[in-house]
DNA sequence: AGTCATATTATGGTATACCATCATACTGCA
DNA sequence: TGCAGTATGATGGTATACCATAATATGACT
């Protein structure tokens, strides 16, 4: 018998509501790299027990978004210049590797998607929306990903992004990168969508690249 | 004023030395990927509170080690074929970056350490010894990422490789691999110290590509 | 005003209690 | 003998208590 019976049960556990509103809190950077995040305040902040605010920050340590110093309890994580290279070099191999076998496989229908999320993309630059903006790339490469059938990949890349985010915002918003920006990711799109490998591959690196250059320069100026 | 003076304190809580041998007890097989890990069992085998135990599957979980079935807690990750794939695919693009810029800037005394290491793995194959087979492979690979100065692949690498760990037993014992294996490392080794990346990076496709294809046939044979 | 000793508060580490829900065992009846 | 209902045990989720240690505040003395 099929599933269509199945009684559907809520499997959400404050744990998981926690751990989704804190992780969204760093990368939103109401926290700051350094700041301390000192177990009963967040209870107050989140409305939960100290156990399952010390749960989530064991999430969040594995996740690399939180630093334990003995003695000092947590703090959510530091970024330093090269850090932020050897994610960038990560992001580029990983990125690569994606777009590549992308551009062999994707389906008419992935290739709309991305076409939906970029036009999203656009959409939030010409309305100053950051988040909007940072929903709609995020979409865009999970269908990436996913039509690449990469689902470790993802896992992985969404990790490194996420210790890079407070960076994310710098490589958004400087001068031009409205334009450039998407530019670059048309250009990765239509690569894929003509079935190239090598000239999605080429987009990529210089999308790749510029992000990596602007956050370089950003990371630079706020050490 | 230096370190010199600085008083050192011991910083491993009981939930750092219970994190260290959950997951070592899960690399060494003694649950077996499906197995559920009932929280008071482990608190009887680990001698901690369920507060430690609790803490410490969150790691775990978010390290890809244990996966958490709502209503039915925690068991431990399950590997299916297409995973497999995927995280071989992952290790040969990081570990080609890898060993190229490794090629391209080690130093004689690493390149010396390298080859203590591989002394190491073949011994362990000489004696028959598994563990120590597997300690001489992580040293090997941990002085290549170390030596490349790339902690952040080589965080990634490690998490990837202990979710394979299952399979990485099969890879070792697998007919005249006690040969070809340390005599692809060596190949390697052997491009790495002449600081030729091209050579480099063929070693490395060589014998990472080979142990996939042994990985492949025995996730297939046991799933 | 500065320093030192002491008191107090804050904090992370760890254990245990309680509860709701699920799984399993048992009993009675047809 | 099989099935249904009930009882019991097992389990994960969550809260709270207690303790040791570190950090900070305070007061006394010079």
New binding site residues.
């Given amino acids: 018998m099929d599933n269509a019976l199945k009684v559907e049960?809520p499997t959400v556990?404050?744990?998981?509501?926690a751990l989704n509103k804190l992780r969204d809190a760093i990368l939103e950077r109401r926290f700051r790299p350094g700041e301390?995040?000192?177990?009963?305040?967040l209870?107050e902040l989140l409305?939960?027990?100290?156990?399952?605010v010390?749960?989530v920050?064991r999430h969040l340590e594995a996740e690399g978004l939180v630093e334990?110093l003995?003695?000092?309890?947590?703090i959510v994580a530091r970024l330093d210049l090269e850090t932020v290279e050897q994610i960038y070099e990560m992001r580029m191999v990983i990125e690569v590797m994606v777009v590549r076998s992308c551009a062999e496989r994707i389906g008419a229908a992935d290739v709309d998607l991305l076409r939906v999320h970029l036009d999203e993309i656009r959409a939030g630059f010409a309305a100053s929306d950051i988040r909007r903006v940072m929903r709609g790339t995020s979409a865009f490469y999970e269908v990436l990903f996913t039509a690449a059938g990469k689902t470790v990949a993802w896992d992985v890349f969404r990790n490194l992004n996420a210790r890079i985010n407070q960076l994310r915002s710098y490589t958004l918003w400087s001068p031009g990168r409205n334009v450039t920006g998407p530019g670059e990711m048309q250009a990765m799109l239509d690569a894929i969508g003509a079935h190239d490998p090598d000239a999605a591959e080429a987009a990529c690196r210089l999308h790749v690249g510029n992000a990596w250059a602007i956050a370089r320069q950003s990371a630079a100026a706020s050490e």
Same sequence: chains 1, 2.
Avoid: A, M, Y
Avoid at 13 to 17: H, I, V, Y
Avoid at 36 to 41: A, D, G, M, T, Y
């Fill in positions: 049960r556990t404050l744990r998981e509501l301390r995040l000192v177990e009963r305040k209870c409305g939960v027990s100290r156990t399952v010390r749960e920050l334990i003995p003695h000092h309890g947590p």
